[in-house]
T-cell receptor, first 111, second 113 residues
Framework: GESVGLHLPTLSVQEGDNSIINCAYS??????FIWYKQESGKGPQFIID?????DKRQGQRVTVLLNKTVKHLSLQIAATQPGDSAVYFC??????????FGKGNQVVVIP | DAGITQSPRYKITETGRQVTLMCHQT?????MFWYRQDLGHGLRLIYY???????DKGEVPDGYVVSRSKTENFPLTLESATRSQTSVYFC????????????FGDGTRLSIL
């Protein structure tokens, strides 16, 4: 499948370690943020979201942190597994339910 | 649980031809979106629709036409395909309410020769 990860920032992680993926967003008025995972040949898959009235939200093995002061979003993946290898995108919601996507970060898990 | 499906998955056509990409969702979501994904550009919004018979331009609408006669379908047409429209196209949908994620199909890889 197409390698959407070419030319993207790449994070190489040892299997079992924790991963942290960072994202800077642009609009201080954005009130909703989403992280997506995209595997080769597939569409972006929803991972976790967070509203602007929260600083942290946890899911299964994933945690999203929101720092509105510096307009920064991060995704933490605990105990990274080979199946976590993918491109990860952050997105912020604008008007009319439209999303603005970041360029993405490639995560490569080393067995 | 079909979700959102796109067809065809792969398409090769020639410049100047008309081609239509199909998108169907089974969630009765109000909002539907078309994106293209290219290396170096990420996901760019082509058109979106807030409801049946309501469509609006996104970031890169030139050369594309959409319609939304039924809530569940949102076809994207390239009226006269150009090589610069070679890309991977993704359809997405989300519910009304403002704070809901978009859910994506698996894409159509379109090559224009």
């Amino acid at each position: 499948g197409e390698s959407v990860g070419l030319h993207l920032p790449t994070l190489s992680v040892q299997e079992g370690d924790n991963s942290i993926i960072n994202c800077a967003y642009s609009n201080s008025a954005s009130d909703y943020f989403i992280w997506y995972k995209q595997e080769s040949g597939k569409g972006p898959q929803f991972i976790i979201d967070i509203r602007s009235n929260m600083d942290k939200r946890q899911g299964q093995r994933v945690t999203v942190l929101l720092n509105k002061t510096v307009k920064h979003l991060s995704l933490q993946i605990a105990a990274t597994q080979p199946g976590d290898s993918a491109v990860y995108f952050c997105a912020e919601k604008g008007g009319n339910n439209r999303l603005a996507f970041g360029k993405g970060n490639q995560v490569v898990v080393i067995p | 649980d079909a979700g959102i499906t796109q067809s065809p998955r792969y398409k090769i056509t020639e410049t100047g031809r008309q081609v239509t990409l199909m998108c169907h969702q089974t969630w009765s979501h109000s909002y539907m979106f078309w994106y293209r994904q290219d290396l170096g550009h990420g996901l760019r919004l082509i058109y979106y629709s807030a409801a049946a018979d309501i469509t609006d331009k996104g970031e890169v609408p030139d050369g594309y036409v959409v319609s939304r006669s039924k809530t569940e379908n949102f076809p994207l047409t390239l009226e006269s395909a150009t090589r610069s429209q070679t890309s991977v196209y993704f359809c997405a949908s989300s519910g009304v309410g403002g704070i809901q994620p978009q859910h994506f199909g698996d894409g159509t890889r379109l090559s224009i020769l």
